[in-house]
Structures are given as structure tokens and as C-alpha cells.
């Protein structure tokens, strides 16, 4: 089975709960797709599975003692990636979406391609948590876009077996719509506050979209009216609230220490009980 | 004209809450909300419409049933696996690169504008906001990051406001990149977690790699204290200035709960602070601290106008 953890908002609470549901299963992968900003790997500490591989995109080199300056391949670039000035085609390689049209669309054969590095991958074991395998993915610092990255992510996960958690990048863009995509169920953390509602129904409308089953998680719960409001909001959208995580300073202070905390560990199995008798886990 | 752009690298640390604490403090401004798949700035800042315009940008195939032979060399030319054979099967891969439409031999596709989202001009009780709803599943958050700061831009010309204050997104990608470029002071909200640490340093470098100033503000300082510290010493290695400390809080979310900023509530116990802060950016800036007399005169012409 294979569930993603997302939140329109960010700081909910996404990497947290994919601990602490990690801690509470015998066997199982957590693929870390907040590649701007991938947290997993300071609490689980892994071992890593030898050096990390670099994950590269192909980006147009343009020869130019081929290149005859006639604009063809600017001219077809939706992204205005490529210029001509003279006899000349520059390349701004950061807005290209390697989509080889302008291969396709040079008549001097000036144009081939060649890779360009746009972050890191490694795996690893957690060192504390034998049961618990990380997928940890870095994008390099300056590049625009993540969505390659968390493609290349995905797709490791098509070769594993048993439980997947996938721990996705906040907010509702085309990082979040790819790492959430394909999951069997996504799990929506959000906390009791305006901006927690504003946010969730942002992210639940792409669940939606993207027709995957779906449950929420309210962190920091205040058992009073911001829960009441979220907990309304979920039933008109007939979409079931696993869990609430209370409002707690130690376990905040845990988490700011880097350790998984150890206080909700109940609360973990019970949803892994609830996504087990919903789904079909594979487990 | 100044702009402020608070960003975080890590979610939930405190931006938008900061932002509207600045927003209350700083006499003449115009506000922006950058987080456009998530934004929230106005929830606390009593925001009215009072105009909304659509956002294009971007393309999308537009196929010709008729003029199509199901031919399929679309198919073999798309490298996302959005199109087999003259229908767009899985939409939600398709970059909008055109190949499929420049590349038919009957001329069947064409490349429509996109829908890409919404912007909107707000009044609030501390001035004029622009925010921005980006379209279900699109691309070109960075895009439409960069119109709000651009209209934001115009109207604080027009109107001869000093400041742009710029509630960012998080992360170190597209949009946070086109919230921070050209900036006059990226100010970092940071907490002491090992996460929010790890994230700093990857937003640092992203800073540091587009040459922009930048300043720190530690928000929930006291949740960690050994973090803090480590933070403290972290910037004075970097030579980043902290131009604030604010202790945790749980004022902050009872003043969302209740639509409004932490200085706005009776209960707040974090004002001295934020007062400290709000007066160490305008130094760094050089812009003034409080609304002078002609400052004054000018938002009563504002008024008017």
C-alpha cells in the first residue's frame, strides 16, 4: 500500500506523522519527496546504502559551428529557454522543460543533448529504526523546479513491495500533485486554525482530483472549536478524520530535538489499524 | 521603495504570522502574500476584495477531432506520457510543451493560453494586499509569483509607499525563488528545531547563490534553548544579522483563531519583541519607524483620490 502524507499548509505536521506511523510498522519504506527541504533524514540518522547518485534531467547543448542563428528553436520554445541573438542560440537551461522540441525543430542538426544534474538520491536504513527504509532526495540548491526529482523518486517505489509512506512538499503545486500522485491513500495533516481549514480544503480539492481515497489528521488538536470546525468541514466532504494529535509542548520539544517522539505512539497504530482495514495493506 | 521578503525554507515557522505583525507596525506599506498554492495572509488582516483578475500563462494542447487521423506520432514524440494518439489521456502530465502541436503532420493540435489562476486586490486594516489562488493542479506558481510582487510594485509607485512587505512560500524552489529575486532584505523566520535549522541553511545558500542580503528572526526561541543558541552562533559564522528573538507563544494562535495579529488580542506577551524586530528591519532598511507628518498627509490624499 503505498500512502502519502501531504498538507496544503506547511508545518502541520507531515514529517512528524510519517515518523511516528513509520516507527509503529515492523517493515517498511519512507520516501521523502519534500526535496526543497527533506527533514526524515535528521531523525532517522540512516546508514546510507552506498554514495548518493545524482539524479539529472537532459537539457539542449547547441554546437555552435552548426548553429546558423535562423531562430527555429526559439521560436517553438513555450518556455522561453532559448534566445537568438546574431548568429547565435543561448540557452537559459533553468527554464527548460526537456521536452526535446527544439531537437526536433533545428533543420542544422546543431542541437543534441546532454544531462544536467539537478539533485542527489540516496537510501539508507534508520540506525535506530532497522524496520524503517528511507528514500531521501535533495534538489540541488538554485534549481526551479522539484518535479523531475520527485518523478525520479516515485518511480523507485514502483520496484519495492509491502508498505510505502511517501512524505510529500507542502502546499498544492505540481511538487505536491506529483509526489501525491498514484498513492493508494493520502493521509492530509492539518491543525485546527483558519489558515489549517484554508489549506486543507486547497489540498483535499487535488486529492479529489486526482481520485485518490482519503483521510485526515488533525494535529496540535485543541478539543474545542478549531477541531469542531475542521471535523465539520471533513464530514461535508464525506472525508473520515483518523486521528487527532493533541496540542503538546514536550512532544514539540521532542520534535525540536530531533528525536520521533514517543508520546502519541498509540495513536499511530490505530491509524495504521483504520488504513489496513480500508485499503487492503499489503503488510 | 523597499522590499521585505519573509521566508522560511521550512513550513509553519511563523512567516505569515510575523508578516502581520510587520504589517501592523509599519506605518506606509503594501502588502503581498507569495504563497499562491497556500495563502493565508489574508485570514488575519480582514481582507475585502475589491478586484480579482485572472491569470494565464502557460498552454495547453487543443486537439481537432476531425482534422485528426489517429496517426500516433504524438504519442511517440511526447516525453511525458500525456497523449496517445490525438487524445490527451493523462492531462495532469502534460507540461505544454507544443511538440504533439508543432509536430503534426495534419496540423490537428493547437496551443491554447491556460488558466493558471486567480489574483486579487484587497483592502485590509493595515493597507492594500495583493494575493493570488493558483489554479487546480497547474504549473507556473513562480509565475504567478512574480505578477503579485509586480503589481504590488506598481501601486506602492503610485501611491509613494516606502515598503513592500512580502509574506513568501516556503522551500527553495520556483516560487520562493521568484519571491526572492532582487529583494532589498530576505528576513528568514526560523524556529530552534533540528529542522528548521537543516532548512535555514539550504534557504542560506539559496540567498547566498542569488547575492541577496538577508537577516534572521528566531520565532519560538524559547522551545529549544541549546538550539537557539546554536542558531545564534550559526549566523555570526555567516555574518547574517538576528534582527529578532520572539519567545514561543501560543498568542500567535489565538489570534488566528480569531482573524487577527498576535498584536491586535489583549493576551499578547510578545509585543516588546516584535516592536524590537519591526525597528531593527527599518534600520537595516533605512526607511522610517513610525508615519511621519507628511507620511500622514499623504494617506489622508490617499483618501481621497
Redesign the interface.
Known amino acids: 500500500m503505498l500512502i502519502s502524507i501531504a498538507s496544503?499548509?506547511?508545518?502541520?505536521g507531515k514529517?512528524t506523522l510519517a515518523l511516528l506511523l513509520a516507527a509503529a510498522h515492523s517493515n517498511i519504506t519512507l520516501i521523502d519527496c519534500d526535496v526543497?527541504?527533506p527533514?526524515c533524514h535528521?531523525?532517522l540518522q540512516p546508514e546510507w546504502h552506498g554514495p548518493e547518485q545524482a539524479v539529472t534531467i537532459m537539457v539542449p547543448r547547441i554546437d555552435s559551428d552548426r548553429c546558423n542563428g535562423c531562430g527555429a528553436c526559439s521560436a517553438?520554445c513555450?518556455?522561453s529557454a532559448i534566445a537568438v541573438s546574431g548568429k547565435s542560440a543561448l540557452l537559459f537551461d533553468e527554464l527548460c522543460?526537456?521536452?526535446?522540441?527544439c531537437l526536433?525543430?533545428c533543420q542544422q542538426n546543431a542541437i543534441s543533448e546532454e544531462q544536467k544534474v539537478i539533485g542527489t538520491l540516496m537510501t539508507g536504513t534508520a540506525a535506530s529504526h532497522p524496520g524503517i527504509h528511507l528514500v531521501n532526495g535533495t534538489?540541488k540548491?538554485?534549481?526551479?523546479?522539484?518535479v523531475p526529482l520527485i518523478r525520479r523518486m516515485k518511480q523507485e517505489s514502483l520496484q519495492l513491495t509491502g508498505d510505502i509512506l511517501v512524505d510529500c512538499?507542502?502546499?498544492?503545486?505540481?511538487?505536491?500533485?506529483n509526489a501525491v500522485?498514484g498513492s493508494d491513500f493520502c493521509i492530509l495533516v492539518t491543525e485546527p486554525?483558519?489558515?489549517g481549514k484554508?489549506?486543507l480544503e486547497?489540498?483535499m480539492?487535488?486529492t479529489h482530483?486526482?481520485q485518490i481515497p482519503t483521510g485526515v489528521v488533525i494535529n496540535k488538536s485543541d478539543a474545542a472549536?478549531?477541531d469542531e470546525n475542521i471535523e465539520a468541514f471533513c464530514a461535508s466532504r464525506q472525508t473520515p478524520v483518523l486521528a487527532k494529535i493533541p496540542h503538546s509542548?514536550s512532544f514539540?520539544?521532542q520534535?525540536?530535538?530531533?528525536c520521533i517522539p514517543v508520546e502519541f505512539q498509540g495513536i499511530a497504530v490505530s491509524i495504521w489499524q483504520q488504513l489496513t482495514s480500508e485499503g487492503g495493506a499489503r503488510a | 521603495m523597499k522590499e521585505l521578503v519573509i521566508v522560511s525554507g521550512k513550513g509553519g515557522t511563523g512567516k505569515t504570522s510575523i508578516s502581520a505583525a510587520l504589517a501592523y507596525l509599519a506605518p506606509q506599506k503594501v502588502l503581498v502574500d507569495c504563497d499562491v498554492d497556500a495563502a493565508n495572509f489574508h485570514l488575519v488582516s480582514g481582507a475585502t476584495i475589491k478586484d480579482s483578475y485572472a491569470f494565464t500563462a502557460g498552454f495547453q494542447p487543443h486537439i481537432d477531432d476531425e482534422t485528426c487521423t489517429r496517426c500516433g506520432k504524438c504519442t511517440d514524440l511526447c516525453r511525458f506520457g500525456a497523449i496517445t494518439a490525438g487524445v490527451i489521456t493523462s492531462p495532469l502530465n502534460c507540461e505544454g510543451c507544443g511538440v504533439c502541436a508543432f509536430n503534426c503532420p495534419k496540423h490537428a493540435i493547437a496551443m491554447q493560453e491556460k488558466q493558471a489562476g486567480h489574483w486579487f486586490v484587497s483592502d485590509t486594516r493595515f493597507g492594500c494586499l495583493i494575493h493570488a489562488e493558483l489554479g487546480l493542479s497547474v504549473e507556473n506558481s513562480g509565475k504567478l509569483v512574480s505578477k503579485v510582487r509586480h503589481e504590488a510594485k506598481k501601486i506602492a509607485t503610485t501611491d509613494h509607499l516606502p515598503l513592500i512587505i512580502t509574506d513568501g512560500p516556503p522551500g527553495i524552489g520556483c516560487p520562493a525563488i521568484a519571491a526572492l529575486s532582487g529583494t532589498s532584505l530576505a528576513l528568514a523566520v526560523v524556529e530552534p528545531s533540528v529542522s528548521g535549522m537543516h532548512d535555514l541553511a539550504r534557504l542560506a545558500d539559496l540567498v547566498a547563490h542569488f547575492q541577496l542580503p538577508m537577516a534572521v528572526c528566531i520565532n519560538k526561541s524559547t522551545l529549544h534553548q541549546e538550539n537557539t543558541e546554536q542558531i545564534v552562533i550559526w549566523c555570526q559564522n555567516k555574518d547574517i544579522p538576528i534582527l529578532g528573538k520572539i519567545p514561543y507563544s501560543d498568542a500567535f494562535r489565538s489570534a488566528v483563531q480569531s482573524g487577527k495579529t498576535v498584536l491586535e488580542i489583549p493576551e499578547s506577551n510578545v509585543t516588546e519583541e516584535l516592536t524590537e524586530l519591526w525597528q531593527n528591519i527599518a534600520g537595516q532598511l533605512n526607511i522610517p519607524k513610525s508615519a511621519s507628518g507628511l507620511d500622514l498627509l499623504w494617506q489622508k490624499i490617499n483618501i481621497f483620490r
Open positions: 496544503g499548509k506547511g508545518g502541520t514529517t526543497e527541504e527533514n535528521l531523525f517553438i513555450l518556455f522543460h526537456s521536452c526535446g522540441g526536433l525543430a534538489l540548491i538554485g534549481t526551479p523546479s522539484a512538499p507542502p502546499g498544492t503545486s505540481c511538487s505536491m500533485v500522485k486554525t483558519p489558515f484554508h489549506d486547497l489540498a480539492n487535488i482530483l486526482l472549536a478549531g509542548l514539540a520539544r520534535y525540536a530535538a530531533g
